[in-house]
Structures are given as C-alpha cells and as structure tokens.
C-alpha cells in the first residue's frame, strides 16, 4: 500500500510477503509514499513499553528517535505508539523497525477534529447530562480502538461574563473527559463513540462550551454556540415539629418554568442526628409542590440528599441531584433557665412549655434570678464605698507621715541652733 496524497488517504498497509509473487522479498512492516508530500504525520502502534520504532528510507539510512534532524522530522513516543511528523519525505519504500503489533495499521494523521451533538435548550443546574462525540481524521471517522490511547478529548466551560447572568466573572470550569471504555455513561468500549458525562454542579448563567482534542504534537477545538444553564427548578422548606411523636413536614416546590410538574419525581434519604439513614421516595403527585413527613425523633441536624426526576417543558428527560438540605429540629418543651449576662443583667430567654404557657416554676426562677441581680448590685454598691473608705484612710495616714517628718526636721533645726549660740 502506498500513500499518495495528505488529504486522501488516513491507513496503510504494510506490504506483506508471500514469497511466491515476490523474487525478493519484502521485509515485514514495509510500506512505500508514492508521492512528493511537503509534510506527513504518521502514526506506529506498537507493544505497550517497548522501544521506540526505528525507520529505514529508501536510500536504506535509518532514522532513530535519539539521532533525527530536528529541522525535518518530529517525533513523540509513548508506551503504546510512535507519532512521528516527517518534512519532505523521501519518496519510495519504507521499512518500521520494532515490536509493531500484528494487525494494526498506519495512521496518516491529517486534520483530526471532533462532532459533538449540540446541548439541549434547556439544562438545568445540579443535572447530569450524556454527551456523545465522534472523531474524524480528515473525512473519515476514526473507528480504530488502538488511537484512543493518542489523544485527550475534554470539554470546558467558560464564562460569558454577562453581567445578566449569576456566573459573571468566573473561572473555567473542566467538566468532563470523553471516554470510550464502556464504563459509567459510555454504552460500548471502542466502538468510536466517545462519551461525555457532564456534571453541571456549578452557577447558573450563560457559558460557552470548548471540546479539546489534546494529541501529542497537536491540539484541535471546537467550539458550540453559548447556553444557559437555568437555575436549579427544585426548592425544599420545612416546617419543624415542635416536640416528639410529631412529624416534620419537608415541601419541594417545582418552579414550571422549564419543567413539567407533574413529571417530576424524588427519591432521597434523610440522615438523623444519631446518623441513622432513612431513604424515601416521592412517585406521585401533580402540580408544583411535594410534601414528605420525617418523624420527629430527637431533636439536632438533620440532613436531606435528593436526585430529582423529569422532563423539561420540551420533552426531555433529565436527572439532577439537590444540594444537601439541612435543619435543626430543637425542642419547644425543654425549660431554659434565665441567666445573668457580664453585668448581672437578666438576658431574654423563650421559656414555654408545649403548650406556650409559662409554669409557675419559671415565674419563679424570673424572680430569684431579679433578686439575684439586686443583691449582686448591692455588693458593687458596698465594694465601692470601702474602697473608698480605703483611699481616704491612705489619706489620712500619707497626711499624717508628712506632718510628722516636718515637726522632726524643725526640731532637728533648733536643736543645732542651740547647740551654736553656746
């Protein structure tokens, strides 16, 4: 098989030797370029971790990873493959050199770009979406499972930076890898379908979509028109019991919008303060809320995990996962005590009973607790005054000292006056 031109062809064929056609034969992994070509990028698979690939020109020299001009040729080499560019190359028969694997082929590498279907209209944030790529070399579809391992496929959001949308000013955001494994998403491994699983648990607000397709020696984008990512459609309140034996009431109000209500389904678990798990579902109901009871059973946090199920008003069907709800469910029978803030004062408290009828027994707890506060202020009152009386003591006696020293040094002058005179 020979390559004739960039664009035409994408796979060759190694010569194979029958040695009956051929007087002399062929060496294995021969191939031959018929034609002037300014550049051509060929791809070698070979046996994961061996070297790389040695190629022979027509003129019989060999041309080695480790010794190639770099003005002409370009080479990268993995555990699985040799990509190698060569500028002008010599026409004629060629020879790869190495542990090739048995039934693969040659990829002329042209212009390797990427088709993704368009996103929906109407997407939602917190849902999952299946995107579904196919890669093309050139014209023709890459169908071979081998080149999977030569390049990345990813996609990333980037901001409009709309100051109408909440996402104003934000950074990109990776989304997904594209794979095709057959795992998670993707239906069936190596069947040139690559899929996408894109986790839109980011802001709302308007975002431009960019496919990467990442090759060694080159990288290739495509870029989609903006989208809109609506904001989450579901709303959870709850209206808490106020004592045990009684139930806390959680409603999930649908926004219509951009959905069907009545298509809309939940299914959850709600996690207790003892950290105890109780999954529940919601599959019935019509029009814009759902309610769900939860057993009030101790007081504390309690925390509420919800996927949600539908369509969109357009028909589609979608899935998205709630951010994690949580509420406190506090006791409105406990008594709480009033108590005396740093300056003795008494601080407001909610003293009811279930009933909200204030015992006698807080009535009087009021009470003590106001005394307490007098008492309390009665002692500042006597502190201060003896202290005081204290500082005017320290008066007194500070007055006292110095009078005393100036009696004694007066009768220490006169006492050596008189001493003088005789």
Aim: glycine share 6%.
């Amino acid at each position: 098989m020979s390559v004739k031109s960039y664009g035409q062809q994408t796979q060759v064929d190694y010569y194979k030797s029958d040695n009956i056609t051929n007087q002399i034969p062929y060496f294995d992994n021969r191939f031959k370029i018929d034609a002037l070509l300014e550049e051509i990028t060929l791809l070698f698979y070979r046996r994961s971790g061996t070297p790389p690939i040695i190629l022979v020109r027509p003129d019989g020299t060999k041309i080695k990873i480790n010794n190639l001009p770099k003005d002409k040729i370009t080479w990268f080499d993995d555990r699985t493959f040799d990509l190698i560019t060569i500028k002008n190359p010599m026409p004629g028969p060629w020879q790869a050199i190495g542990d090739i694997l048995p039934g693969s082929h040659i990829m002329v590498v042209t212009e390797v770009t990427i088709k993704v279907d368009p996103l929906p209209e109407v997407i939602l944030s917190g849902e999952t979406l299946k995107v579904e790529g196919h890669l093309y070399n050139g014209e023709q579809a890459i169908d071979d499972p081998l080149f999977r391992d030569v390049l990345n496929l990813n996609v990333d959001f980037f901001s409009t930076n709309n100051s109408a949308f909440d996402n104003f000013g934000a950074e990109p955001i990776k989304i997904a890898q594209f794979r095709d494994d057959g795992r998670d998403l993707d239906e069936y491994a190596n069947d040139g379908v690559f899929t996408g699983e894109f986790e839109l648990d980011f802001a709302p607000g308007e975002w431009l979509p960019i496919y990467y397709v990442e090759m060694p020696m080159a990288t290739r984008e495509l870029r989609q028109k903006p989208i809109i990512l609506q904001k989450t459609p579901i709303k959870i309140s709850v209206d808490t019991a106020g004592e045990v034996g009684k139930s806390h009431n959680v409603t999930f109000t649908i926004d219509p919008t951009f959905v069907d209500p009545d298509s809309v389904l939940f299914q959850g678990k709600v996690t207790f303060p003892d950290r105890q798990v109780d999954p529940f579902s919601l599959m019935e109901g019509k029009g814009t809320s759902r309610v769900y009871e939860i057993a009030y059973t101790e007081s504390g946090v309690h925390r509420i995990a919800v996927n949600v199920f539908g369509k969109t008003i357009n028909g589609r069907e979608f899935r998205l996962v709630l951010p994690e709800f949580t509420f406190n469910a506090e006791s409105k029978s406990g008594l709480l005590m009033p108590t005396l803030d740093i300056n003795g004062e008494v601080t407001s408290a909610s003293l009811e009973t279930g009933d909200g009828v204030i015992t006698d027994k807080i009535k009087q707890a009021e009470e003590n607790a106001k005394k307490l506060a007098i008492e309390l202020e009665e002692a500042k009152k006597a502190q201060k005054m003896a202290a005081k009386e204290k500082e005017q003591q320290t008066y007194i006696i500070i007055g006292v000292a110095n009078v005393g020293i100036v009696l004694i040094a007066l009768l220490f002058y006169f006492v050596s006056r008189r001493k003088k005179q005789k």
